[in-house]
């Protein structure tokens, strides 16, 4: 795993590298990135399709992954509003109210705008003669607007313009076709040696001995048990005691209570209780054979890159399932910055998503404990032009996205609500993922220049629905290529979005940066030639529950891959609308040899 980079942004704050060495960029800056309307500004009507939102309640919000088939999601029960999604309705934005109503839609909040129009709407603008025509997105690029401006939003009628560029029902996809974008590991070199470094790259198996068709072997030998504040406290340290005057080691409770544990008829569950908890108990055990090395808490400003094998991360996260690590059950002082591990929220009523979120994970041990060592480890580790661009409204990103740099609309504590009831796009690819929960184990809140890099993880399971519809849909074989180091060449990056309850103040100046700063980070790797970076696989990032803009969220990813040098295949599951809008946008400017730095 590659975590918690922290990225030099554009705007020249200092960035680290991503992977064992580093060096420092030359500093960018976000000056002339933006097209600046004119001072003169016309009275405009916002057009705004009313479309709902959704919130998470207390540490996880989550962006949707792609609509339900029913296009809609259903609202939750109040016995669920600890971590659910749950449906809202936003006010407009000339109400002073709160976002309050449950709604039965689960789309996000757009305008429709059009970045290929922007030289004829300056005109409009500063010549009074049109008063009523569609907000663009630039008209609020250097605006700060106040909080409580109102904007009356209106469905306009079409223009015969507008008319010509609706997309056809047959067409699914524009720009670049998807074959000629990169991917990996046809354009990636050969990764560099594995090796230890301290205080950079913490690696927890033997190196020298790692070879194709070998299963790893933990690094070092012998367990070594370290209980403090930098590292993650072990179920096995000999420190995990339960806090009275005759002090018992607490793994060794829960070792004999896990070994003695049947709650249900053997009629009921004979496979699950008779031969899949005893090899997770078995595997959960093995704590201090399989994972000897501290790891350590990647905390905020933290550079640090962890490599581990996939039957590491499966006792990891056998110990998670069984509740196992220590102080990690309450979000309390010291663990107040770092998402939940323990699956305590998910064994919590009888939500008929958790069951579904269960069968997912009980097809992931199944996996794991029925096959022999996995052989893999996991490594978590201007004037440019605009690059190019393939969109559809068809596909997913785990699935069309195959080999490309997957983005993860993730909740700054990553895998947001998987471990309790959470199930949109974070979640859900934690679920077919799961090697990526371990990640939550010492992975500490984003910062707004850090991002999250996990390469090397395993799709174990097909899913069907969204949100109040999702259902497990059988076991997974994943036949992803593997890289120099026997990794899966599947690498995902989590980049955290910012939440905006007003819509207009996503167009400030300095929220604009932000944004386009946390993408630069998960996309840019300095230390790696354009040729051999493969193109970002993404969405509609930070829009929906989020309430961010679909266009202006696109723009943005595009810059900042044009500056990361990656090429874009962007899905916007399901609206054609948003596909030809962005593929509009994308050709207005490459067609003028627009720069980023404009």
Not at 41 to 67: C, H, K
Request: contains cysteine; aromatic residues 8%.
């Amino acid at each position: 795993m590659q975590p918690k980079t922290r990225a030099n942004d554009l705007r020249g704050v200092k960035r680290n590298k991503f992977g064992a060495n580093f060096q420092q960029k030359p500093l960018n800056t976000l000056e002339g990135w933006l097209v600046k309307p004119s001072k003169c500004v016309a009275t405009a009507e916002a057009s705004q399709t009313p479309e709902d939102v959704e919130m998470l309640g207390e540490s996880s919000v989550e962006t949707p992954l792609a609509p339900s088939p029913e296009g809609k999601i259903t609202g939750m029960s109040s016995s669920d509003l600890d971590e659910e999604t749950q449906v809202l309705t936003p006010p407009d934005i000339d109400q002073d109210s709160s976002v309050s109503q449950f709604s039965a839609d689960s789309g996000g909040q757009t305008l429709s705008h059009n970045v290929a129009g922007l030289e004829k709407q300056e005109k409009e603008r500063c010549s009074g003669d049109s008063v009523k025509h569609k907000v663009k997105i630039t008209d609020f690029f250097l605006g700060h607007s106040s909080q409580n401006l109102k904007v009356k939003r209106i469905k306009p009628d079409k223009s015969p313009e507008e008319q010509e560029t609706e997309p056809s029902a047959d067409v699914r996809w524009l720009g670049t076709p998807i074959s000629a974008l990169k991917r990996m590991p046809e354009c990636g070199g050969e990764p560099p040696p594995l090796k230890d470094i301290p205080g950079k790259h913490t690696v927890m198996i033997m190196t020298d001995l790692l070879h194709k068709g070998t299963a790893p072997i933990p690094s070092p030998a012998k367990f070594q048990d370290t209980w403090d504040d930098v590292h993650v406290k072990m179920p096995c340290s000999k420190e995990n005691l339960f806090p009275v005057i005759d002090e018992v080691k607490r793994a060794t409770n829960i070792n004999r209570s896990l070994a003695l544990s049947k709650v249900l008829e053997p009629d009921a569950a004979e496979h699950l209780f008779n031969s899949l908890l005893p090899d997770m108990v078995q595997l959960a055990m093995r704590a201090s054979e399989l994972c000897t090395k501290p790891i350590p808490l990647l905390k905020r400003g933290m550079n640090h890159s962890i490599t581990m094998s996939q039957e590491q991360a499966a006792c990891l996260l056998a110990n998670a399932f069984f509740c196992t690590f220590p102080r990690r059950n309450s979000r309390k002082a010291e663990y107040s910055n770092f998402p939940d591990i323990n699956f305590f929220r998910l064994f919590e009523g009888s939500s008929p998503k958790k069951i579904e979120k269960l069968k997912t994970l009980m097809c992931y041990f199944k996996s794991v404990t029925e096959q022999s060592r996995c052989i893999f480890q996991l490594c978590f580790s201007s004037q440019t032009r605009l690059t190019k661009l393939h969109i559809t409204c068809e596909g997913t990103i785990e699935d069309d996205g195959s080999g490309m740099l997957q983005v993860d609309f993730a909740n700054k504590f990553v895998g947001g609500g998987v471990t309790s009831t959470g199930l949109v796009q974070e979640e859900i690819r934690f679920l077919i993922n799961p090697e990526l929960i371990v990640s939550r184990l010492f992975t500490e809140a984003l910062d707004d220049n850090e991002c999250l890099i996990i390469t090397g993880t395993q799709q174990f399971s097909k899913y069907t629905g969204y949100s109040q519809t999702y259902q497990w849909g059988g076991s997974h074989q994943d036949a992803t290529p593997r890289d120099g180091w026997q990794r899966r060449c599947t690498e995902i990056v989590a980049i955290d979005a910012m939440q905006f309850r007003n819509f207009l103040e996503q167009f400030h100046l300095d929220k604009i940066t932000r944004e386009l700063n946390k993408a630069y980070c998960g996309f840019s790797r300095p230390d790696t030639d354009s040729k051999n970076l493969a193109a970002v696989a993404t969405g509609n990032w930070g829009c929906g529950v989020f309430g961010g803009d679909t266009r202006l969220k696109a723009l943005l990813q595009m810059l900042a891959a044009a500056e990361a040098g990656r090429d874009v295949a962007y899905f916007t599951f399901g609206d054609n609308r948003l596909m030809t809008d962005v593929n509009n946008m994308h050709s207005f400017l490459t067609q003028r040899n627009i720069s980023v730095g404009k």
